[in-house]
């Protein structure tokens, strides 16, 4: 396959592909080690509590003299900030994508692209404060007056602003990448830039969005600061998103911090916590790739 290239060049087409070897082994070798982690250190918690009660408690009280360990309670409020949070990104985000795919100029594209992409860099503590001291009062003085001041709704809106980038800017590439001749085909059929986009280019870029979407959905299951500083850190079981919940990785954060004995059990629960979690993502991430194959598109 390098026959004809100087050594020099082929020398260094060599290094270049055994650095992008190691950077895949180095990618699995890293995920492999935070499952073997997780499992190990959650082996322990789970001689003490049983993986039924474990999955099936609604209560979570690992700190209380009687701790109880249903991690139900933070899986809630773990999918219920994350849910709001992709009701906000996902539909301005699309919208977005299919503006900057479709209908901006080349200028307004690579104005707006970017700075879009500068708001996954602002650190999720100023998003976490901004919730906190910005759109929960907002709400409390426009719509929701008796809102507490610790809740999942003002915390998922956050989140959904915050992972808008990660819709708009993989699914307007999934939309790019939409061959030139089917929205000519379209055009030719007498339908307008609107329908085109909406009946043409959407379809047939479905795989690239679904990717783009799933991988806000983790983004936004991972969150900490956020979560931590505006939704509060008291487990609730529910799906009420104007009250307070702790989500597993703010329940993470409360401990790790803490004075717990490194062997004790409410330490260890960090680490079933985090399994969970990872579990979690892992789901999503298979359903992302069940989704990419089953309506994959390939354009010759």
Known sequence: MLEGIPARQ?????????????????????????????????????????????LTDTMWTPLF???????????????LSASVGLLVAIPLGLTIAIYLSEFASERMRETVKPV???????????????????VTPLLQRT?????????????????????????SSLAEDAMRAVPMSLREGSFAMGANRVETA???????????????CILAASRAVGETMVVAIAAGQQPNLTLD??????????????????????????YQSIF??????????????LAGHALRRRFREIYE
């Open 10 to 54: 082929r020398a260094k087409e060599r290094a270049i592909e055994g650095l992008l070897f190691l950077a895949g082994v180095s990618s699995i070798l890293v995920t492999t080690a935070i499952a073997a982690i997780l499992i190990y250190e959650s082996s322990a918690f789970f001689r003490e509590v049983s993986v039924v009660e474990f």
């Open 198 to 212: 909406l009946k043409v280019v959407v379809p047939a870029a479905f795989s690239g969005i679904a990717a783009a």
């Open 65 to 79: 003299a009687e701790p109880r360990y249903g991690i139900l309670p933070l899986l809630a409020g773990t999918v």
């Open 241 to 266: 998103p104007t009250q307070p919940a702790a989500t597993i990785t703010a329940y993470i954060v409360q401990v790790s911090l803490g004075d717990l004995p490194h062997a004790s059990i409410g």
């Open 116 to 134: 879009l992409e500068l708001l996954a860099g602002i650190p999720t503590v100023v998003f976490g404060y901004f919730a906190l001291f910005l």
């Open 143 to 167: 719509v929701l007056p008796d809102l507490p001041g610790f809740n999942v709704l003002s915390a998922g809106i956050v989140i959904g602003i915050m992972i808008v980038p990660y819709v």
């Open 272 to 285: 079933a916590a985090g399994l969970t979690l990872f579990v979690l993502t892992l789901l999503f991430n």
